[in-house]
């Protein structure tokens, strides 16, 4: 290999989604040299398109892409229907804090990732991001037990070379490299479905102002989702278990179709509206749909981030919210290792810790939200049952997670995982019963705590990017942790906080 085709950088992302787009982006804007390299040339198609406030209002403000996204015309979203659980009919998940007092911020969009990836790749490239499209990772370097680069073949198919003093694997759920950090992917057997979808020219629409609303709704072999992303374009897609396989490898689209039939709620949205069958929609997708988490983040000189690090479930649209607050975790460490003002084991352990937290937030509430629905005459259902959530799974829960996600050390052990994720459960099954009661001056589902956990760090991070820095002083999530520095890019040494969480 020439000298010519040896190239020195801070940082190379493997990656260009929103994760990767991130972390170069906030990582650039401190002055360091961060090279990108996408396989894909952009647009490209990508799942993945009902986002949360946190990301709308929070990372995607702290990027300077907001008014940006507001132009590009997305459909918006100000919460989930759900047809899901003990009600006969469907219930509304609002994003306000009650009815009358819906936020500037209550709200998030529908998104075409074709588009929205490209406008959150293209912002890193006006940031100083070295970006190149259509040049894939072929190997990452490795020297003394420490990851130095990375080789990649460009769109030429001439193969290069990038040293870097940090590598970040941003590359998603089919990443080839994330094996290099060590340990092995966990997969969830709860958790453990097949997801079909396809699109629509159009379709229902709920009654205004739920009319961009995610329209979840369960079926005796799964749920689906209905998702408006546009008057005349909509993603429509069934989550089911493993005993389709079958059916759906061989014949996806004939399955897929079947199932949207099954689901009388989701079947009259459709009547009489043709599939797409042009262009980027116009095929019928399979995917894996494996909730994962990795036993390890990171290793000297690499780390993990959005789905590459872990995945859960897509019903509560988690999806880009973890993948993009992942990426400001690590851009945070990063930035603070490169300035010399943290050691790595310091910076990408408060990165881990963090992630693991999010995630196993997630991961706890949507166990609970599967365990709400009832239908015992439907095998996908009586499996989503906690009572079946045992043994290995939640041991390895356990393990990941580490006592942090609760605050405290009670989630020690399967059983006391089982008895916290039941009683989230009955907990979040009284608060949809209780809404057609609650007048409009209470969202009752806030004040479940599985809800108001899962959407606490979310809302820290719109405050952030609302203000400039935080709304009031910040304290360290564990015992030892650290804090986000006032701007937001770097971790700090707490002064005179006490812990908000303390870690076993």
């Known amino acids: 290999m020439s000298i010519s085709q040896v190239e020195n950088v ?18 650039a804007r401190q002055g360091h040299r961060v090279l990108l390299v996408e ?8 799942i993945g398109e009902s986002l949360l406030p946190s990301t709308i209002h929070g990372v995607c403000r702290i990027l300077g892409v907001a008014d940006e996204l507001e132009r590009a015309g997305f459909k918006r979203k100000r919460g989930g229907t759900f047809k899901w659980g003990a009600s006969p009919e469907p219930w509304e998940f609002s994003f306000a804090v009650s009815p009358r007092l819906a936020g500037p911020t209550s709200f998030a969009y529908q998104v075409e990732r074709s588009k929205f990836d490209s406008i959150l790749l293209d912002n890193a490239r006006r940031s100083g991001v070295d970006v190149r499209e259509g040049h894939a990772v072929s190997e990452v370097l490795e020297e003394n037990g420490r990851v130095v680069g990375v080789r990649y073949e460009d ?5 290069r070379e990038a040293r870097a003093r940090y590598v970040v694997d941003a590359s998603g759920n089919g990443s080839r490299i994330h094996r290099v950090v060590g340990g092995k992917r966990n997969y969830s057997d709860f958790f453990r479905n097949i997801a079909v979808f396809g699109y629509f020219e159009g379709g229902g629409r709920l009654p205004a102002p739920k009319d961009g609303n995610i329209f979840s709704a369960t079926f005796d072999e799964g749920w689906i989702w ?8 909509t993603s429509v897609g069934a989550v089911v278990g493993r005993e389709n396989a079958k059916e759906i490898q061989g014949d996806a689209a004939g399955a897929w179709r079947r199932m949207l039939k099954s689901c009388p709620e989701i079947h009259a949205l459709l009547d009489g509206v043709d599939q797409v069958t042009q262009g980027q929609y116009a095929e019928v997708r399979v995917r894996k749909d494996y909730s994962y988490w990795k036993d390890r983040f990171w290793s000297p000189g690499m780390i993990l981030v959005g789905d590459a690090a872990c995945f859960v479930d897509p019903v509560f649209s988690s999806g880009v919210h973890l993948a993009t607050y992942s990426a400001l975790l690590a851009a945070r460490s990063i930035n603070s290792c490169l300035d010399g003002t943290l050691t790595e084991d310091r910076g990408f352990g408060e990165f881990e810790a963090r992630y693991r937290r999010e995630y196993g937030l997630f991961y706890e509430f949507l166990v609970s939200f599967y365990d709400m629905h009832h239908d015992q005459q439907s095998y996908f259902w009586e499996a989503k049952k906690i009572t079946n959530c045992r043994g290995n799974e939640l041991r390895a829960f356990v393990e990941l997670v580490g006592g942090i996600v609760s605050g405290d050390a009670s989630l020690v052990s399967s059983d006391a995982a089982v008895a916290r994720l039941t009683t989230a459960s009955a907990e979040f099954e009284t608060a949809v019963q209780s809404l057609n009661d609650s007048g409009d001056l209470r969202n009752p589902i806030f004040e479940a705590k599985s809800i108001g956990a899962v959407l606490r760090e ?17 304290a360290p999530l564990f015992t030892g942790g650290l804090v986000a520095s006032k701007d937001g890019m770097h971790w700090t040494e707490p002064v005179g906080q006490r812990p908000a969480h303390r870690a076993r």
């Open 226 to 233: 209905y998702i408006p992303l546009a008057d005349n374009l």
């Open 458 to 474: 979310g809302a820290n991070l719109q405050g952030r990017a609302m203000f400039g820095e935080p709304i009031e002083p910040e």
């Open 39 to 46: 396989k894909q040339k952009f647009p490209r198609y990508q």
């Open 155 to 159: 769109d030429d198919g001439q193969s």
């Open 10 to 27: 801070d940082v190379v992302v493997v990656g260009g989604g929103p994760a990767g787009a991130t972390v170069s982006t906030l990582v």
